[in-house]
């Protein structure tokens, strides 16, 4: 059987540097450290933090009574106000946001501060498009599905600017900025998708589309993960959503010629290699 793993599997330079804080933190802290949501979307990684004595913060309630500790905030970033309310406790902050996120901050303020109304093309319930919407204005607008483009409030000749979640799927995000400019909207694209998103999707994609069996391998609250399982589901049926190798059933790839493998940016190379192992792949 031959096994063809994505090169661009599991952590990402934003995780990976995320994660690493975090256990620095651990290492050197006389104090509390906490991280604002889980630091990143996998279960494992979260465990084990939590068993360090790492504990997650969920609500700007529980910060704001915070009179001393170390507060990590996740690589997904957060908005203004959380900066706002750290601020004024007795916390001090370590910023894990990813640089690439960082960035689409900065680009929603310059786009603000010059009149035009920023769309986020993302997904409105995930930490980072919430983040990217506390740093824009009260206008912004957020759009999951190429669907909604025609039911927007917006009048025509109104500049816009749209920015994209870091992990969104890019070819969706290609085929809704079509659809704005047939719309024949006034409009500003900055392709904010991070280069090794569309890299691991690219790469999954190709991979996909040469084999019997894909696995994907990802938390199932990874949205990165969730994306790269619809693009290597449309080039082959025959794909797998697992998040552990708990979750893995190794005759899935009992007699195929071929499997692929890849896994979301916030999937340990333990993981992998743990499933690399059960399946009785070893990774070349």
């Known amino acids: ?105 900065r680009i929603v303020q310059e786009q603000e501060a010059q009149g035009r109304r920023v769309i986020i093309i993302g997904d409105p319930g995930h930490p980072e498009v919430q983040g990217i919407r506390g740093w824009a204005g009260e206008g912004t607008l957020v759009v999951k599905d190429i669907s909604q483009v025609d039911d927007l409030p917006i009048k025509q000749g109104e500049p816009l600017s749209l920015v994209a979640q870091t992990t969104f799927n890019y070819k969706k995000f290609q085929d809704m900025v079509e659809k704005f400019e047939k719309k024949g909207y006034d409009i500003i694209v900055l392709n904010t998708i991070c280069s090794a998103t569309q890299e ?32 290597c589901h449309e080039k082959c049926k025959n794909t797998y959503f697992i998040q552990t190798v708990g979750d893995f059933n190794p005759e899935c790839v009992n007699s195929v010629r071929n499997v692929g493998i890849t896994a979301g940016a916030s999937t340990p190379e333990q993981i992998i290699e743990e499933v690399h192992a059960n399946a009785g792949i070893k990774r070349v």
Request: proline share 2%.
């Open 1 to 105: 059987m031959e096994v063809i793993v994505a090169k661009t599997a599991g952590f990402c330079f934003g995780v990976k540097r995320a994660v690493k804080q975090v256990y620095e933190q651990i290492e050197k802290a006389k104090e509390p450290v906490y991280t604002y949501g889980p630091i990143i979307h996998n279960r494992e990684v979260v465990r084990d933090l939590e068993e360090k004595g790492v504990k997650v913060l969920d609500t700007e309630e529980e910060l704001g009574r915070l009179s001393s500790g170390t507060v990590i905030i996740r690589s997904h970033g957060v908005g203004r106000r959380v900066y706002q309310i750290l601020e004024g406790s007795g916390a001090e902050i370590v910023d894990a946001t990813c640089p690439f996120v960082k960035k689409i901050h």
């Open 200 to 231: 691991r999707q690219v790469e999954a994609s190709h991979i996909a589309s040469m084999v019997d069996v894909m696995i994907v391998i990802g938390d199932r609250k990874s949205s990165n993960s969730q994306k790269l399982y619809e693009i």
